[in-house]
């Protein structure tokens, strides 16, 4: 998937994959795409509650060998 | 859309019981919430420019995990708080919880408010100098007047 933005939350743990997922969003455009790669597997549920009440779009989840990626996409 | 609020009343100045006001707030900070804390009583010792001093101790503390079982009267030896305190530490480093001091930082870039119980700073005579500057005083009447109006009100 192509996305604009990345950045690796690996070995962060709660609350700061969403934290930083927000600060990283702050400074892109709506409509562009963040990738983010995280090994806390509760932002699994996170991300996606991060989502729905901020109103950006989750566009997919992944896992592979214990890092979870993420697609989210600026509203 | 209406912005969500939340108030928490953090009461308490351990380790461990730091987190959750400051977890909280900085999370719903990131939600879009509009946040206020106020610390009260023990929970002043959070808004302090050094948070090294705040510490976590395992006496009166039976939930706490040890790695070895530990009778209170061992507990209760000199040197005992910091020891727990510096493993806690570590264990928190290890598994990439950050530190206080960063989701209080993290807490107030996201404009989460900071509101010291002024009454608190009286009875313990406390040297306001000694606390971090972008925080207000006030009162239980200063605290209510926002926590009336919010969505979750947490006492910690």
Redesign the interface.
């Known amino acids: 998937m192509n996305f604009d933005k990345e950045f690796d939350a690996s070995g962060m743990s709660c609350p700061l994959p969403i934290l930083k997922t927000k600060k990283a969003l702050v400074d892109m455009a709506s409509g562009q795409v963040l990738k983010v790669v995280s090994t806390d597997s509760g932002s699994v549920k996170d991300m996606q509650a991060f989502a729905d009440q901020t109103g950006n779009s989750l566009l997919s989840t992944d896992e592979a060998n214990g890092k979870y990626t993420f697609y989210m996409k600026k509203k | 859309m209406t912005t969500k609020k939340m108030a928490i009343i953090a009461t308490k100045g351990t380790l461990d019981m730091a987190y959750p006001p400051f977890?909280l707030a900085?999370?719903a900070a990131?939600?879009?919430y509009e946040v206020q804390v106020f610390f009260t009583f023990y929970g002043l010792q959070l808004l302090r420019k050094d948070l090294s001093t705040v510490m976590i101790s395992p006496l009166a503390n039976p939930a706490m995990p040890m790695p070895v079982p530990m009778p209170v009267m061992v507990q209760m030896l000199p040197g005992m708080e910091s020891m727990a305190t510096m493993m806690m530490k570590q264990k928190l480093k290890k598994?990439?919880?950050?530190s206080l001091q960063e989701l209080r930082d993290?807490c107030l870039e996201?404009e989460v408010k900071f509101v010291a119980c002024q009454m608190t700073v009286d009875l313990f005579e406390f040297d306001k100098s000694e606390f971090i500057d972008n925080i207000e005083y006030g009162g239980a009447a200063t605290f209510l007047g926002f926590a009336g109006d919010t969505d979750i009100c947490l006492f910690v």
Request: hydrophobic residues 60%.
């Open positions: 977890i900085s999370t990131a939600l879009g598994h990439g919880v950050a993290l996201a």
